[in-house]
């Protein structure tokens, strides 16, 4: 695993120079880079509004800026990107940390209303999104994109942030919140990359009823086998640690079996065709459940951050990326001799998922009230309007997914291709800045 991160990372690079220390010099700077967003994440702490995942991307943002200049306009980057440094190396440790952490009984307690919200909710603004960008893109010539492209878009674009979400709301403050919050973001961004994956499996060209069953059953059977791999492998932890004892002798390996047995689980998952994010995430759980309680005390503290530890690194690493990639001077020059579409294309792409979140958020937290016995088991309107727009934010999964529809070893010729990444390179730093920026998240805090 070590050797194919490296491999990965040493795709440079800087300063376009070919010396055998351009990869060295490249992730020297990175690593730099990333103690700075801690530092200054640091002293921001008390700062709602600016905090590590802003910061991140302002400080790429700027780097882009420092790179560009020095390169004479040949290149914005550090690292190339790579949707598999993403997939298999940085997405893991974040989605295996969210179903460690997790508030179990609250999660659990609200199960049925995050299913909707991640699952239903999904669907809906899939939808919504994808007939939005098929009755609107369709008639601005903007390149070769066809049917499988416009439903591209609404998976892409169905998915949350909620990473950067989760930063700005806290779970003592609102639990009610942040667990709906936080279940839907995870299993919206399964959901997510759920149908982005089982589009590719289909003529798109003609769709009929018999192509939409079998889609949603094949969606259906990826989204219950993951989540089956996921509490297996968690059990199958807990069930050899337990047994062996491992920790009488070495809390090391006890740490090392968690570790290696939850990536396990995810590439698993991905060898299997099915959803890692779904299969770590509730492995995760699992593994928090009952694996945790049968290790050793050193190995319970050990484990708790040394999971926190890795999912900071791996978020803060997509941030800054992102500020950097979106000054990428490559897409820009393919995108720059209709600067005008590209601004409106971006434009309705955040309408669309404007639109696409309140199809469902409204609907579906009328229904879910339906089934609840008391007043403050009930989500209020202002409840609603919060959960409405903290799922607004789209990240580094929107960006990953674009890369790998739109791109080719995140480089792209094409200019209908390019439009399309710089508009979701311009979606994500938007709804993020202006998400933290606007006020109605002090709403939150004192939402009843």
Not at 20 to 49: K, T
Not at 318 to 343: H, N, Q, R, T
Not at 403 to 424: E, P, V
């Amino acid at each position: 695993m070590g050797l194919g991160l490296v491999a990965h990372l040493v795709r440079l690079g800087v300063l376009g120079s070919t010396s055998d220390h351009a990869p060295v010099v490249s992730i020297n700077l990175f690593v730099a880079l990333l103690c700075a967003c801690i530092v200054l994440g640091h002293l921001l702490e008390e700062n709602r509004w600016v905090n590590e995942s802003i910061t991140a991307l302002i400080i790429g943002l700027c780097t882009g800026v420092v790179i560009l200049l020095t390169t004479k306009g040949k290149s914005s980057h550090i690292l190339v990107f790579s949707e598999d440094l993403f997939f298999i190396y940085l997405l893991p440790p974040i989605i295996f940390n969210a179903g460690f952490q997790v508030k179990k009984k609250k999660f659990f307690r609200n199960f049925m209303t995050i299913t909707l919200f991640g699952a239903v909710g999904t669907m809906i603004s899939f939808f919504t999104i994808s007939l939005g960008a098929i009755s609107i893109f369709s008639r601005m010539n903007i390149g070769t994109l066809d049917v499988g492209d416009f439903l591209a878009i609404g998976a892409i674009f169905s998915a949350t942030d909620s990473v950067c979400t989760l930063q700005v709301l806290n779970q003592d403050e609102t639990p009610l919140l942040y667990s709906l919050v936080f279940g839907e973001g995870v299993v919206n961004d399964a959901t997510s990359v759920v149908l982005f994956n089982a589009l590719q499996n289909f003529d798109l060209n003609q769709i009929d009823v018999a192509v939409v069953l079998k889609f949603l059953g094949n969606f259906c059977y990826l989204f219950l086998s993951s989540t089956f791999l996921g509490v297996f492998a968690g059990l199958l932890s807990a069930y050899i640690i337990k047994k062996l004892y491992i920790g009488r002798h070495s809390t090391d390996r006890e740490v090392a079996l968690m570790m290696l047995m939850a990536y396990l689980s995810y590439m698993l998952a991905e060898l299997l065709d099915l959803s890692g994010i779904l299969t770590v995430f509730f492995c995760g759980i699992v593994m928090s459940h009952y694996t945790w309680h049968n290790v050793t005390e050193s190995s319970r503290v050990t484990t708790k951050h040394a999971f926190a530890t890795l999912s900071f690194i791996a978020e803060t690493s997509l941030f800054l990326y992102v500020g950097m990639d979106a000054l990428d001077i490559e897409k820009w020059e393919f995108a720059s001799d209709s600067p005008g579409k590209s601004i409106c294309i971006s434009s309705i792409l955040l309408g669309l998922v404007l639109v696409g979140r309140a199809a469902f958020v409204f609907p579906l937290s009328f229904l879910s009230n339906l089934t609840k016995k008391t007043p403050l088991e009930k989500i209020t309107w202002r409840q609603q309007i919060v959960i409405w727009w903290a799922g607004l934010m789209r990240g580094a999964v929107s960006i990953a997914l674009a890369y790998n529809k739109f791109t080719r070893s995140g480089h792209t010729q094409l200019h209908g291709n390019a439009i399309m990444i710089t508009s979701t390179i311009t979606v994500v730093l938007f709804s993020t800045m202006v998400s933290h920026l606007v006020p109605i998240f002090s709403l939150s805090c004192r939402v009843p």
